[in-house]
């Protein structure tokens, strides 16, 4: 059984990332205007305090530093990944660096970033938004974002039919 209130994060991150850090509206909001508008559109304190901290988080700071972006890498996960990340999704990470939409840096930002997310299971449309986050995060990444963005919705739609 999944915990409400950590879902409650992820739901937040894409309900502001549908509403808000999508839109092409500079400047962004500022973290007390989004919590406003969060907690008028119902979302519990704390999960928008956590939500709003794993945003912050996607500076990349607290992800660790990792070698030359342009060579290529083999990643081995740590016991705590291994037991955090199922196999289906650690292998759909290195599917989406092979296939050139996440770099490797880009790789560990969104590990990081799943791992805060501290929900008891991470499953691939969680790692989908988490992968959308970070590249629209990361200035000249918009051709990444644009593949992964068909991605996510390409099989929200085969869900549909």
């Given at each position: 059984?999944?915990?409400?209130?950590?879902?409650?994060?992820?739901?937040?991150?894409?309900?502001?990332?549908?509403?808000?850090?999508?839109?092409?509206?500079?400047?962004?909001?500022?973290?007390?205007?989004?919590?406003?508008?969060?907690?008028?559109?119902?979302?519990?304190?704390?999960?928008?305090?956590?939500?709003?901290?794993?945003?912050?988080?996607?500076?990349?700071?607290?992800?660790?530093?990792?070698?030359?972006?342009?060579?290529?890498?083999?990643?081995?996960?740590?016991g705590y990944e291994q037991a955090r990340l199922a196999a289906e999704v650690r292998g759909y990470l290195v599917q989406l660096e092979n296939i050139g939409i996440l770099s490797t840096q880009q790789r560990e930002l969104v590990i990081d970033?799943?791992?805060?997310?501290?929900?008891?299971?991470?499953?691939?449309?969680?790692?989908?938004?988490?992968?959308?986050?970070?590249?629209?995060?990361?200035?000249?990444?918009?051709?990444?974002?644009?593949?992964?963005?068909?991605?996510?919705?390409?099989?929200?739609?085969?869900?549909?039919?």
């Open positions: 059984m999944k915990d409400p209130m950590n879902d409650n994060v992820l739901d937040i991150l894409i309900y502001l990332f549908e509403n808000y850090l999508e839109s092409d509206d500079v400047p962004q909001p500022s973290r007390d205007v989004l919590r406003e508008e969060l907690e008028h559109a119902g979302f519990a304190e704390s999960g928008i305090e956590r939500a709003l901290e794993w945003l912050e988080g996607l500076s990349g700071e607290s992800a660790p530093p990792v070698g030359d972006a342009n060579q290529r890498s083999f990643r081995v996960f740590n970033r799943l791992l805060a997310l501290e929900a008891e299971e991470i499953d691939i449309e969680q790692v989908k938004w988490v992968v959308l986050m970070v590249l629209f995060s990361q200035p000249g990444q918009e051709q990444a974002y644009q593949r992964m963005e068909d991605l996510v919705f390409e099989s929200q739609s085969d869900a549909l039919h």
